[in-house]
């Protein structure tokens, strides 16, 4: 190691060729720990996580970046006049917290097994809900207006009061079926696939309804689209400022790749898109994830292949088969605004993060089995000693982003609506 002289006189060289070394080598771990100075294949790894680009385009929704239809999307997702119990999105997906809810599972009209998933950055996924048993924005939209727990509504009542309220505007975004005007003040109040006021119609007038309720789901997609995570500070770390983090964040990043949390938590958006069997202690009823989701999407109408979705098929669910590696896998959520959508996992049994750190040291270090199906096989054994999770968390925290914006408002004529009712 080379001596460094103290004495003035004849230290300018070594002082210089110190500085070389230090401004030139890849520091090593033991070097960088003080300052959290991330080493070459650390900075590669973060310029592959940031910054976020817009969501890619989805050619099954002809509307998915139309701003007429996201301006109706928006009063749609606020709108709690499409449901008969006056329940909307936003009931759920509250802006203020993190398009989240803070509860454990979604709880409107009846609790749900799942923990309520944030909209920011959704329009990245390729599947949607946990289980993935949505392959679209537009299709996600139908469970929730139709299940009983959550909105308590159905296609008739949606279509009928949209029409109600915002008929001409729809008119305007895309044609309506022939004889639209005529046919839906006939229709009946209420009723879905399932409901005989819905089955007994004649089958051009079902599809009728399918056509504007698509429509509707499509516009609510555009809005969506638009909820998106700003500038985080780790974003303005990698783009070069350097306050942007504390130590401990950038020490938080360097546990993060050590501990290869970016083989799933891949991507700009923080997740693969994919499905893993994180060994979540299961609830009162075993939820079999991916296993179930994947049979369900393959028999929906609303498919990216079926009868409704604009342009060539594109994500061929039927091709996919479950495998026993889906028992019990989740998709992997984004870890964007995580710090802002507690509790975690999906039925929100995990109350904070590090409880969450706690829960995947216990599964990736233990033999137990796991509640339902296999732990994923590529999750190795983890340790971390107190500081390196507080440090993990501060890096997670700084994933979150100032995301207000125009879009993250009550829009003021829904807000008028809903005030004077
Ligand atoms: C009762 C509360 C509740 C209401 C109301 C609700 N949601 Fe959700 N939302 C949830 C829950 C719970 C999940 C996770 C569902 C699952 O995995 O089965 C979810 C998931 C989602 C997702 C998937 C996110 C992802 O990352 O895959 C989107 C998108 C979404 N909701 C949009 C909507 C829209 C649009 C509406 C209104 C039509 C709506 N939600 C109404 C609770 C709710
Ligand atoms: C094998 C893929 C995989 C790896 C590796 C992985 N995760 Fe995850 N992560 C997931 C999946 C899948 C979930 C959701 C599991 C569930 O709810 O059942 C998840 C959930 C989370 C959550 C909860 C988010 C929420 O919104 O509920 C956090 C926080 C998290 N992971 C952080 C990490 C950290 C930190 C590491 C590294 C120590 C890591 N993950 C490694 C796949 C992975």
Redesign the pocket.
């Known amino acids: 190691m080379r001596r460094i002289p103290l004495a003035a006189g004849g230290s300018l060289v070594a002082l210089w060729t110190l500085a070389l070394l230090f401004l030139n080598a890849d520091p090593t771990r033991s070097e960088t720990a003080a300052t959290g100075a991330w080493t070459a294949a650390e900075w590669a790894k973060a310029s592959r996580l940031s910054p976020l680009p817009p969501p890619p385009p989805n050619p099954t929704n002809a509307l998915a970046d139309n701003l007429q239809a996201a301006r109706l999307g928006h009063r ?2 606020f709108d709690s006049r ?2 008969p119990h006056r ?7 509250q802006p203020e917290r993190g398009f989240a ?1 803070g509860l454990q ?5 009846a609790p ?8 920011l ?2 329009g990245h ?1 390729r ?8 392959d679209s ?1 537009w299709h ?2 139908v ?3 139709e ?1 009983p ?3 308590g509504t159905s296609r008739l009542y949606v279509v009928r009061s949209a029409m109600r309220y915002y008929g001409r505007e729809l008119s305007q975004i895309a044609p309506l079926p022939g004889d639209w005007d005529l046919l839906w003040p006939s229709l009946p109040e209420t009723g879905k696939p399932g409901d005989a006021s819905f089955d007994q119609l004649p089958a051009a007038h079902q599809d009728a309804v399918n056509q504007v309720f698509v429509l509707l ?1 499509k516009c ?2 555009a ?2 689209r638009r909820i998106v995570s700003a500038t985080s500070p780790f974003d303005r770390y990698v783009a070069g400022d350097e306050t942007a983090l504390s130590v401990a964040a950038r020490r938080g990043f360097q546990h993060f790749v050590r501990l290869q949390c970016d083989l799933c938590h891949a991507t700009p958006l923080f997740s693969d898109d994919e499905f893993h069997n994180l060994g979540v202690p299961s609830g009162a009823e075993p939820d079999l994830g991916r296993a179930s ?1 994947l049979l369900q999407l393959q028999q929906s109408r609303f498919r990216g292949s079926g009868p409704y979705a604009d342009g060539p098929p594109v994500v061929r669910s039927e091709d996919y088969r479950a495998g026993e590696a889906l028992i019990g896998a ?2 992997t ?2 870890l964007r605004e995580v710090g802002e959508t507690a509790p975690y996992g ?1 039925n929100g049994e995990i109350a904070t993060l590090d409880a969450w750190l706690e829960h995947y040291v216990r599964v990736t270090t233990s033999s137990q089995p796991t509640a339902v199906g296999r732990l994923d096989p590529t999750l190795a054994p983890v340790e971390v000693t107190a500081q390196e999770k507080r440090e993990l968390i501060a890096f997670l925290h700084a994933l979150s982003s100032d995301y207000a914006s125009e879009w993250t408002q009550t829009p003021p004529d829904v807000l008028d609506a809903l005030s004077s009712k």
């Open positions: 749609l997702f499409l449901s329940v909307s999105c936003a009931t759920c997906h809810d599972v979604a709880d409107t009209l749900v097994h799942r923990h309520t998933m944030t909209i950055n959704v996924y599947w949607l809900t946990w289980d993935g048993a949505r924005l996600q939209a469970g929730p207006f299940s727990k959550e909105m789901l609510l997609e809005y969506e989701g989740f998709r959520p984004s999906h």
